[in-house]
């Protein structure tokens, strides 16, 4: 079967590997759709301190059962299936607490175990063990089962926040994550939604798609000043930081409502973390900043059924469809910001 396998940065290799076969505990899946993010950019040319290379990554994934392990019940050959990408051990004081997205032991496909960009895939025994396989509902296809792993981040990064009924809701960042927020903002009953970006192409491209309130292109205007205006000077009751830059982080601050909850949902480049942050916003304004990080598999399963009743439709958002051949124009595609969603179908 074909894979595409990580050995070091700009080293992503297409290779012909054996077909595995599920042992004890496990499944095996024919990988149907693997989707693509801003994840698989980073790994491909930074490596990740997790992968053991080699190790064939992708981490959006679902497929249909074709071999059940020994031992492995409720599953049968013929299902389709989504599988979660982070795996929480189950058992340590995080997950106990409820908290499993910051599991103190967590996995993760496509780092310790191998993922999705490959024709074949074995769901391991850790997955089954914490319910991480999920069955894809009639009328959700495969491509859009495969977004469910990113739109759960995203619901677990609102749920943190609190975002609700009536809020004012600012995203800042218009790829794939940021329209997924916009849809979930709707959907939770934000009476209004901005989308913000620096990239004018990348923000068009998804405004067109996701209808946000309005679009702020930040390298035309002065954000801050126009989340304000927009706002009556209020500012947001929700900014959410969907995109991995401390200025966004910074702004958001400058953006909120008195009593206003910051999300800090995008990363920080490793080499660049630190912020400026003016305290005296946060402590006279009484605003609360948030971080968020990943999903639960229970987030996985509330997202596939927000994709089946309309809540949040994805289907829009794949913008492009690619063979596991073409993986590498697949991620170069991410990186360009030319595209919303990328999936890939061995």
């Known amino acids: 079967m074909l894979v595409a396998r990580f050995y ?28 693509t993010c801003g994840t698989d950019v980073k790994i491909s040319r930074h490596g990740h301190h997790h992968i053991d290379p080699p190790r064939v990554i992708g981490h959006e994934i679902s497929g249909v059962v074709n071999e059940v392990g020994e031992g492995v019940t409720g599953w049968s050959v013929g299902d389709r299936v989504q599988v979660i990408a982070a795996i929480p051990c189950g058992d340590c004081h995080e997950c106990d607490s409820g908290r499993m997205p910051v599991c103190s032991r967590q996995q993760s496909m ?62 800042m960042g218009a790829g794939p994550i940021g329209c997924l927020h916009v849809r979930l903002a709707r959907a939770r009953g934000a009476s209004s939604v901005y989308l913000v ?23 035309e205007t002065d954000a801050v ?29 400058r953006m909120a409502a008195r009593g206003g909850r910051v999300s800090f949902f995008g990363g920080l480049p490793k080499d660049d973390p630190i912020i400026r942050l003016d305290s005296n916003l946060v402590h006279y304004r009484e605003i609360s900043i948030f971080g968020a990080n990943g999903s639960s598999p229970d987030h996985n399963r509330r997202a596939l059924e927000l994709i089946s009743t309309g809540a949040v439709p994805v289907f829009d958002l794949i913008t492009e469809r690619m063979g596991l051949s073409d993986v590498h124009k697949a991620i170069e595609t991410v990186a360009s910001g030319t595209a919303i969603k990328v999936t890939i179908e061995p």
Do not use: K
């Open 8 to 35: 070091a940065p700009g080293d992503i290799r297409l290779e012909q590997a054996p077909e595995p076969t599920a042992g004890p505990g496990q499944l095996r899946i024919g990988v149907a759709n693997c989707s």
């Open 197 to 219: 970006d620096i990239n004018r192409g990348r923000l068009d491209m998804s405004a067109d798609i996701v209808r946000p309130d309005a679009a702020v292109c930040g390298a």
């Open 110 to 171: 496509g780092y310790h175990y191998d993922g999705g960009f490959a024709e074949q895939m074995i769901i391991p025994e850790a997955v089954l063990a914490v319910d991480g396989v999920n069955r894809v509902p009639e009328n959700v296809s495969m491509a859009e089962a495969s977004v469910a792993e990113p739109l759960a981040c995203v619901l677990n990064g609102q749920e943190i926040a609190g975002v609700g009924e009536g809020d004012t809701v600012v995203v």
């Open 225 to 253: 000043a126009e989340v304000l205006r927009l706002t009556e000077e209020r500012g947001a009751d929700v900014v959410i930081t969907a995109a991995a830059s401390g200025r966004a982080q910074e702004d958001a601050m």
